[in-house]
């Protein structure tokens, strides 16, 4: 499944769904984290990016645990989303 991250707009695609704008605060990214990257391709395989361009990108290996701070934020959006739809079609808007 394919993940990124960009923090500095909250930023958070999972499997090609995109939510913009979540508050990313409480998930502990590191200050100098540009983006994340999980490959749909490669299992296990993914990089974080920083900001500064005197650092090489990071490969990991398993999703850090900030990476998963920002997933439960997506699915919080997620099921938001899909309440306010089940909502709007119960009132017929």
Known sequence: MRI???PVDGTV?????VYIGLD????????DVHAFQWEENEPNKGHIEF?????QNQDVTELPDWVNA?????DEAKAAEEAAKQ?????GQ
């Open 4 to 6: 990124i991250i960009i």
């Open 13 to 17: 695609n999972k499997a090609g769904r």
């Open 24 to 31: 990313l605060i409480s998930c502990g990214i590191p200050a």
């Open 51 to 55: 900001k500064s361009p005197l650092i």
């Open 70 to 74: 920002c997933l439960v934020k997506w």
């Open 87 to 91: 909502a709007a079609q119960q009132t």
